[in-house]
């Protein structure tokens, strides 16, 4: 499957941004989406994990009550609200997708996006 990620830019602390996935190439509805994030000088960590149909999700801590992860299986899309943006979530947003069940291990994904900056000014 390929993955294309958007939504990405800069961004207020306290403001919003909305990124998306779009996938190609198989069943999309077949696959656990997630993003990640790899912020600079540091390593690539899980930000969010979605089952099939949409209806179980994860969450890292970090994120939690903030960023709400969702999908359209219709349209291949998985999204990624980000709401309260704080500084420290500036980093490089990436997808990916896989089958392991609501995974937060990078090794479960064998498909991923290219990532999309994401900046927060204080």
């Known amino acids: 499957v390929q993955l294309q990620a958007s939504g990405g830019g800069l961004v207020q602390a306290g403001g919003s941004l909305r990124l998306s996935c779009a996938a190609s190439g198989r069943t999309f509805s077949n696959y656990i989406m997630a993003w990640f994030r790899q912020a600079p000088g540091k390593e690539r960590e899980s930000v969010a994990a979605?089952?099939?149909?949409?209806?179980?999700?994860n969450y890292a801590d970090s994120v939690k009550g903030r960023f709400t992860i969702a999908r359209d299986n219709a349209k291949n899309t998985v999204y990624l609200q980000m709401n309260s943006l704080k500084p420290e979530d500036t980093a490089v947003y990436s997808c990916?997708?896989?089958?392991?069940?609501?995974?937060?291990?990078?090794?479960?994904?064998?498909?991923w996006g290219q990532g999309t900056l994401v900046t927060v000014s204080s």
């Open positions: 979605i089952a099939w149909s949409g209806s179980s999700t």
């Open positions: 990916a997708a896989g089958s392991r069940y609501l995974s937060r291990k990078l090794s479960e994904y064998d498909y």
